[in-house]
């Protein structure tokens, strides 16, 4: 059950809030666009993470 992962685009860490969005430290929703890949809503950038949970099992 892992619930936290890291934002290796702006050394931060997300906790996942569903299956397909997190929240960074800084309050910024990020949304999955693949296993090691987020997008930021407010900007739009891509970042790079680490292993995102894939199905509600790992949660």
Do not use: Q
Request: proline share 2%; aromatic share 12%.
């Amino acid at each position: 059950m892992r619930h936290h992962f890291f934002d290796y685009t702006d050394s931060d860490f997300l906790h996942a809030i569903s299956d397909n969005m997190a929240v960074d430290t800084d309050g910024d929703m990020l949304m999955k666009i693949g296993d090691n890949m987020a997008m930021d809503m407010d900007s739009g950038d891509i970042h790079f993470v680490s292993d995102w949970p894939d199905d509600e099992d790992d949660w």
